[in-house]
């Protein structure tokens, strides 16, 4: 996936200014930035969910001369919310992504999906009667049902991901990201928008730092979460990498066994 001068106008205001974005198939991109630094805004320009100049390709081909059923072939994607009106089952949520998939004719998938985010059995339970965290794993299901197979025609597919964990519990924000990880193991793509630094740094493979609607800098883990960051993108000082003076106790996800 390749971005070139992507530029965002909204209501007049100019929320991305010429940015200049790369991610690898089989590798995990984050994008991170603070409140307002245009991180959702680039990913649905990435996706083709919003109009922006300059140009996206995907696969080497450009975006805008794809029709909605390519795309839809390429590349699933997972917005920040999802608004249900209608009283669907879980089923019947996660059976849209069958529906615009190339795989229409396997009826496993979506029990498949389900189980792959740890919702086996909820087939025939009411969406609006989910909690939050587990609606947004259910609209996860349905964009893995979209793109289940991380490659395609020798050709990556790609997960474009907003937030997908910001209302997940621990455990189950390491299964969506352990998602993300196996589906770029398996030779796909993975774009994802995130907050948490901690789970960036730990199942990030590459990570682009957003700032005021550009991109202030990128890099591995290790080499751009680091003091300058933190100071120069989030007016913070915070060093990285140091335990806390005081009696506070603290979590390290990497300390996972």
């Known amino acids: ?37 245009g991180k959702s805004t680039l990913l649905k320009a990435l996706s083709g969910e919003i109009q922006a100049s300059g140009h996206v390709s995907l696969n080497g081909r450009d975006i805008s001369g794809l029709k909605p059923w390519q795309l839809a072939a390429m590349r699933g994607v997972l917005p920040q919310a999802s608004t249900v009106a209608f009283p669907f089952t879980v089923m019947e949520i996660v059976r849209l992504g069958l529906a615009n998939g190339l795989a229409a004719g396997d009826d496993s ?46 050709q990556p597919r790609w997960l474009l ?43 990030a493979d590459q990570v ?20 300058h960051t933190m100071r120069q993108v989030y007016g913070i000082d915070l060093p990285i990498s140091t335990v806390p003076t005081a009696q506070v106790p603290f979590i390290l996800p990497q300390a996972m066994q």
């Not at 998602?179 to 630094?197: N, P, S």
């Not at 800098?217 to 003091?227: E, F, K, V, Y």
Request: hydrophobic fraction near 45%; charged fraction near 20%.
């Open 1 to 37: 996936m390749k971005a070139r001068n992507i530029c965002v106008k909204l209501r007049r205001k100019e929320i991305l200014h010429g940015v200049d974005f790369d991610a690898e198939p089989g590798k995990v991109t984050a994008i991170i930035g603070p409140n307002g630094s």
């Open 109 to 154: 998938l979506p029990s498949k999906a389900l189980a792959h985010v740890d919702l086996a059995g909820f087939e025939d339970r009411s969406y609006q009667n989910l909690s939050g965290g587990e609606q947004q794993r259910v609209q996860l299901a349905r964009v893995l049902t979209q793109v289940w197979e991380a490659t395609y025609n020798n």
């Open 161 to 203: 991901l907003d937030e997908p964990v910001a209302s997940l519990d621990i455990a189950h924000q390491f299964t969506v990201l352990g998602v993300a990880r196996e589906f770029a193991a398996q030779g796909g793509g993975v774009v994802v928008v995130m907050h948490d630094l901690n789970l960036t740094a730990m199942f």
């Open 208 to 227: 682009c730092v957003m700032s005021d609607g550009a991109v202030w800098g990128s890099g591995t883990p290790a080499t751009i979460l680091n003091n």
